[in-house]
């Protein structure tokens, strides 16, 4: 589920990137691990497990996107350069 949490964080947002997008996975991940082991929600139910995954790796990710540089300018120029070199 955390990885369906990654790719809603790339699909609804538009500030994440690549960078925080992993940070996010792996912290979400130490969540989920802490969840498992210390707490009685995922012996509860497994949808909770699973909804506390798909959350906390779509928010901690679009977090940990904020401390990395964005590089769509770069793909930007990048496209641009190629539309020039092509006509």
Avoid: E
């Amino acid at each position: 589920m955390r990885l369906a949490g990654t790719f809603a964080l790339g699909i609804f947002t538009k500030r994440a990137n690549g960078a925080g997008a992993l940070l996010g996975l792996l912290v979400a991940g130490l969540v989920c691990w802490y969840i498992q082991d210390f707490t009685t929600y995922a012996k509860q139910s497994p949808f909770i497990f699973s909804g506390f995954s798909f959350l906390s790796a779509l928010v901690f990710g679009y977090i940990c996107s904020f401390f990395f540089k964005s590089t769509k300018k770069i793909l930007l120029d990048l496209l641009f350069t190629l539309k020039i070199m092509n006509t």
